[in-house]
């Protein structure tokens, strides 16, 4: 066992026998998703930061390094670099877009600001026989964003793809493995992406395709028997993709040492704290302690109007809450947190206790990081999924048996229904909102598109009210917008082409069946410049 695989903290000691890919990230807005990509393929990948030394690197015997974009010119003053001894390695490496310009620049050759910048789609002719791409049609579409140019080769490389406007779009040295792509073959706009890396990471770095999550869940359940022993394990339980899982998982675990917590804010869904109690306490038996805090977290948004102001507030009491119930019903020695690795990779809060050297708790991530638990509670943390994506997290909720209607189920803001009403969050508003977002959810179901769109739902405008005509009768009341878009991973999204037949059963089943609600309309705005949630 190397050195760092020594060090690995105990959440990460499942992954040590994996053949790896690592990814040194120098701050593109991609970096996660190539980690993500090459997951796709069966292999396990991390992101670890540019500054990262070859020492550091060949302790953890990837298999293949890829380089990553990044906003940076090499050029600039102050601009990431890597090591220079990981060319040296003997491990294979692929250099993306600012990756391909700073390994050419420290391998000798010469980069310049581009004649032409390229920014969007542009058509890739390759060169077929280079392993990087064997096997590909001559031309096909590629995603480029970039201002600088490679302009002349470091010794031994040859230019393997082209574009109109940059004459060196992809560059290789066979002999030393070392590979760059001015390119982003990780986002779908890109043709072949995939196979690019496929070829990379198999073909090239002879990576296994062994990363799986069956194999995931088997090590994590003995991982988290070794750790927890006989002891309790506490879980904010909020009836998500996340926490759901990690619910399962535990369970199967561990069983009854296991209680999930579960506070009802008044801000949910139609009927869904009376489902999550049915699928969890009665068709699966993980034992549920049910919090009535409605009254509380509505009497605690009175008069609050700003959404930040909202945010803060239902962080404080969630926070409250959850520390006078754990110290009711416990004594709890483990918390449990459905903490995904992009949570790891943007959070700088992790703090360890210097005597044990266990993690400690700092923060509640189950619900959408709406606040910090107090630094005396002292829960050690267990967090299964901290090296795992959303889309992993749902293939281990399907493959531990979660009921479909949880996995499939579209992201929901940690403050739910309170932050889609643009105002005062009163009683009266919220159960406005309920009743709209349920005509809306049952309808897209009805049609057959729940699964077709990223999100959908309703937002509630309190400070907006228009004519209508009711019964023959003038009204002056509120509209709700509807809002559906289209998206891979959240970070972009597109508005929903929804089909007219079901924008016009919305909205007349809203009218008729919500009260003081007289209008609908469609928000059709992209993100960017639009976010999906309006709060």
Request: aromatic share 8%; charged share 25%; with cysteine.
């Amino acid at each position: 066992m190397n050195e760092l695989q020594q060090n690995l903290s105990k959440e990460d000691k499942n992954i040590q026998f994996y053949d790896s890919v690592v990814v040194l990230d120098f701050g593109s807005q991609y970096s996660e998703l190539i980690a993500r990509r090459v997951r796709e393929l069966n292999v396990y990948s991390e992101l670890i930061p540019y500054r990262s030394t070859a020492k550091q690197i060949k302790d953890m015997a990837p298999k293949g390094i890829i380089l990553s974009g990044g906003p940076n010119s090499v050029y600039d003053e102050g601009a990431p670099v890597c090591d220079p001894e990981i060319f040296n390695l003997g491990i294979p490496i692929l250099g993306g877009c600012y990756g391909m310009q700073l390994m050419a620049k420290t391998l000798g050759g010469k980069v310049v600001k581009a004649d032409k910048h390229e920014y969007g789609k542009a058509i890739l002719e390759i060169n077929p026989k280079d392993k990087l791409f064997l096997d590909l049609e001559s031309k096909f579409t590629s995603w480029m964003s970039h201002g600088d140019s490679v302009l002349e080769l470091p010794e031994g490389f040859s230019i393997s793809a082209k574009t109109t406007n940059t004459p060196c779009a992809a560059i290789s040295n066979k002999d030393k493995k070392l590979y760059g792509v001015q390119f982003h073959p990780e986002v779908i706009h890109t043709m072949n992406g995939i196979e690019i890396l496929k070829h990379f990471v198999i073909t090239i770095s002879k990576a296994k395709p062994t990363w799986s999550m069956s194999k995931f869940i088997e090590e994590s359940i003995n991982q988290i028997k070794a750790k927890v022993g006989d002891k309790d394990v506490l879980l904010a339980l909020s009836g998500g993709v996340d926490s759901s899982a990690l619910a399962f998982l535990l369970h199967k675990a561990i069983g009854s040492q296991l209680t999930c917590m579960f506070i009802d804010q008044g801000f949910m869904r139609k009927g869904e704290p009376d489902r999550l109690l049915t699928t969890f306490q009665n068709e699966f038996e993980i034992k549920v302690h049910y919090v009535h805090a409605q009254e509380r977290f509505i009497s605690a948004l009175k008069g609050v109007i700003d959404p930040e102001e909202k945010r803060k507030i239902i962080g404080r009491e969630f926070i409250r809450v959850f520390e006078e119930e754990s110290k009711r019903i416990g004594p709890f020695d483990y918390l449990a947190q459905g903490t995904l690795y992009p949570d790891v990779i943007e959070s700088a809060d992790t703090n360890y206790d210097p005597t044990s050297g266990e993690r400690v708790a700092v923060k509640i991530k189950s619900h959408h990081n709406v606040g910090g638990l107090p630094k005396d509670l002292q829960f050690k943390l267990i967090e299964p999924f901290r090296k795992l994506f959303k889309d992993e997290v749902r293939r281990v909720g399907r493959e531990l048996g979660v009921p479909k209607r949880i996995i499939e189920r579209h992201p929901f803001p940690g403050p739910g229904l309170a932050i889609r009403i643009i105002g005062e969050a009163t009683k009266e508003r919220l159960e406005t909102i309920r009743e709209a977002d349920s005509i809306i959810r049952d309808e897209i179901n009805k049609s057959g598109l729940y699964n077709s769109v990223w999100q959908v739902f309703g937002v509630l405008l309190t400070s907006v009210q228009s004519v209508g005509v009711m019964g023959d009768k003038r009204t002056y009341s509120n509209p709700i917008v509807l809002r559906a878009v289209t998206s891979e991973d959240g970070m972009t999204a597109d508005w929903a082409k929804l089909p007219y037949d079901v924008l016009e059963k919305i909205s007349t089943r809203i009218v008729n069946e919500v009260p003081n609600i007289n209008r609908v309309v469609y928000d059709i705005t992209s993100k960017p410049p639009g976010t999906i949630e309006w709060e």
